[in-house]
């Protein structure tokens, strides 16, 4: 399997420091993790780093062991949680900070790969030029629109939208849930931190990840739109485009703009 990549984060244009993570894993191609921290200035970079670093170790561990792709990607992610209590009891200043997550993971090298998530941070899949948002959102708000409470574009400008209903740092952590996602030749992948989609609707992304252009020039592109539009969280995105079906694996480059 061939893929191009790359990773962009930016600070925005409010926010004075970098509380998001990312990574793309070069020129591998194995796994992709984009992280959204929270907690103050010191507690949210910590959180992420910490959570990006962790399932990074745990992946590159035991990538050729026998664990199923599904239980090594739900390992990767309860042991960054791990990680993230023991460095609250550690630092108590840092007691309430916590990250997003979300992480795609090409392990089999057949027509699927595997995603995990927790929190807002996002996974979409553009096919044919049609934009399908993979994750649900762990908020309160997302829950109302699942049950009916609330329409969609209510939700999307609702006070209590950043409400969220699980975040990796938390001793009572739900069961970590990992999907398989069926990829196709053509397909582009883009794992986004809320400071996208905050800013740009679905719409606006499906429009700019259709677009032609090497994977960069839609980053760069998505990352400029959603700062012109406010910028008022930090940015990050990691886009994925499926080339090509073919033993090994490929990939253009990786940026990344802190």
Request: with cysteine; net charge negative.
């Amino acid at each position: 399997m061939k893929l191009s990549f790359t990773s962009l984060s930016d600070t925005g244009v409010v926010r004075a420091v970098n509380q998001d993570a990312c990574y793309a894993d070069s020129p591998q191609a194995r796994f992709f993790i984009v992280a959204d921290g929270m907690g103050g200035h010191v507690g949210g970079q910590e959180a992420s780093r910490i959570a990006k670093e962790t399932v990074c170790s745990v992946l590159d561990k035991y990538w050729n062991s026998n664990e199923t792709s599904q239980t090594l990607l739900a390992k990767a992610l309860v042991e960054a949680n791990e990680a993230i209590v023991t460095d609250q009891f550690q630092h108590p200043e840092r007691a309430d900070m916590g990250t997003t997550a979300v992480v795609l993971m090409f392990r089999d090298r057949t027509d699927s790969a595997w995603y995990t998530h927790v929190g807002d941070s996002r996974l979409y899949l553009l096919r044919d030029g049609q934009l399908q948002q993979v994750t649900q959102d762990h908020t309160w708000v997302s829950m109302a629109v699942k049950i009916g409470d609330l329409t969609q574009e209510q939700a999307r400008n609702h006070p209590y939208r950043h409400v969220l209903s699980q975040c990796l740092g938390r001793k009572d952590l739900s069961q970590i849930e990992v999907q398989p996602i069926e990829i196709k030749s053509g397909d582009r992948l883009l794992l986004c931190s809320d400071g996208l989609t905050e800013e740009l609707p679905d719409a606006e992304i499906c429009r700019y990840l259709s677009s032609d252009g090497s994977c960069e020039d839609i980053a760069t592109a998505l990352v400029n739109a959603a700062k012109a539009n406010g910028g008022r969280d930090n940015i990050t995105v990691v886009i994925v485009e499926i080339d090509a079906f073919q033993p090994g694996s490929g990939f253009s480059s990786q940026s990344t703009l802190d």
